[in-house]
């Protein structure tokens, strides 16, 4: 990397449960868990897929007896896989809600599934379209 140069590490989300969120990134979503800490206003856990993370922030201060807004500014996250429709299968089994069952989209040259974490968070897996058998 050039001096100066600049990557993306992660984006900071705030959850209602952190044990029941890693559980759904890590199961659910195939991410894995970089590291776990506390500090005096929060606890987290950082979950990685790939070079992409995910801070999970559970507040223990004042904030965490009020209940989290989305905003309409964060939109989703898009994720990579090489089969949409098993990775929303099982990220249901551990919490999820399914928004879009994933569908194949020749044109694009892609399939495309959606889910909401167990916080309402939207995560769109892309994957390529499946070869017909």
């Known amino acids: 990397m ?14 209602s449960d952190l ?6 990134y890590t199961k659910g979503c195939g991410f894995e868990i970089e590291r776990e800490f506390t500090t005096p206003s929060f606890t987290a856990a950082i979950v990685r897929a790939g070079s ?4 999970l922030i559970l507040p223990t201060d004042g904030a965490a007896s009020e209940p989290a807004e989305h905003g309409d500014m964060l939109r989703k996250f898009v994720l990579n896989t090489n089969d949409p ?16 069952e994933a569908t194949e989209y020749p044109e694009y040259g892609m399939t495309i599934g959606v889910i909401a974490d167990p916080d309402g968070y939207e995560l769109e897996f892309v ?5 017909r058998a």
């Open 2 to 15: 050039s001096v100066g140069a600049v990557t993306l590490s992660l984006t900071a989300i705030r959850v």
């Open 19 to 24: 044990s029941r969120s890693v559980e759904f």
């Open 52 to 55: 992409a993370g995910l801070e």
């Open 85 to 100: 429709e098993a990775v929303i299968g099982r990220a249901f089994g551990f919490g999820g809600s399914v928004i879009a």
């Open 127 to 131: 994957g390529p379209v499946q070869p």
